[in-house]
């Protein structure tokens, strides 16, 4: 009787995690197909766990699987019609959002650094373009103007492509793995897929978003047109 219990249990478990990997793989293709239909696409958030959301036009947008609060902060920017500019997420759920006339908002555990550094810059009336962050730490905030770190080996990194390719218009970094943008070129280092390397040297638009989360990937120009592998 035990046995056949145990058995039963295990049998509960694997069909569990069975719905489990099938929601998120509809959650992710649930996110595609907005994209496929919008036929447009300004900016995305990507993580490993398939929690992702894409932006279009002023406040549109399709999320799965992300974190309650992100997930009413983009309902009530929607309902408001406020514009959606940005959005970053990481493998662990902290989040940012940027929006409106350079207004933004983010979880309570995003490194203090980088609060600071996004008050600092608001405070200053510098227009935000892009925020990434890590779960380790790392952060990059970009402005029209000016850009900050959060160590100084990454602003030398930067500032060595930005000698090489001009502007900086936008930077992702990852877990293991960052991509910066430039008017002119682009730079990388850590674990890159290919393709978006290959991507990236072909593309026939200027790149103006870019993400990247283990294999998956996405960049779009300033109008929208874009290309990606989720």
Not at 5 to 22: E, G, Y
Not at 36 to 47: E, H, L, M, P, R
Not at 104 to 124: E, G, M, Q, R, V
Not at 170 to 190: K, L, Q
Request: proline share 1%; hydrophobic share 35%; net charge neutral.
């Amino acid at each position: 009787m035990k046995r056949q219990m145990i058995k039963s249990l295990l049998l509960v478990m694997a069909l569990c995690l069975t719905a489990t990997s099938a929601d998120a793989q509809r959650d992710r293709n649930y996110v595609k197909s907005q994209i496929k239909k919008w036929g447009t696409c300004k900016n995305v958030a990507i993580t490993k766990t398939n929690g992702d959301v894409a932006l279009y036009g002023t406040c549109g947008y399709a999320a799965s699987n992300v974190p309650t609060g992100l997930s009413n902060k983009l309902k009530e920017l929607n309902k408001a019609n406020t514009l959606i500019d940005d959005v970053q997420l990481t493998e662990s759920g902290k989040w940012c959002v940027l929006y409106g006339k350079n207004d933004a908002t983010w979880t309570t555990n995003i490194p203090s650094t980088l609060a600071d550094k996004i008050n600092d810059f608001h405070n200053n009336n510098y227009v935000v373009r892009s925020i990434s962050f890590n779960d380790y730490g790392d952060w990059v905030i970009v402005s029209d103007e000016y850009y900050a770190t959060s160590s100084t080996e990454l602003t030398n990194w930067l500032r060595n492509g930005s000698n090489n390719w001009g502007r900086l218009w936008a930077v992702c970094v990852t877990d293991d793995a960052a991509v910066a943008v430039y008017e002119n070129g682009f730079c990388y280092r850590g674990n890159v897929p290919e393709d978006l390397i290959e991507a990236l040297r072909s593309t026939s638009f200027d790149v103006f978003r870019l993400k990247i989360s283990g294999t998956s990937w996405f960049f779009a120009d300033t109008n929208g047109n874009y290309r990606y592998k989720m």
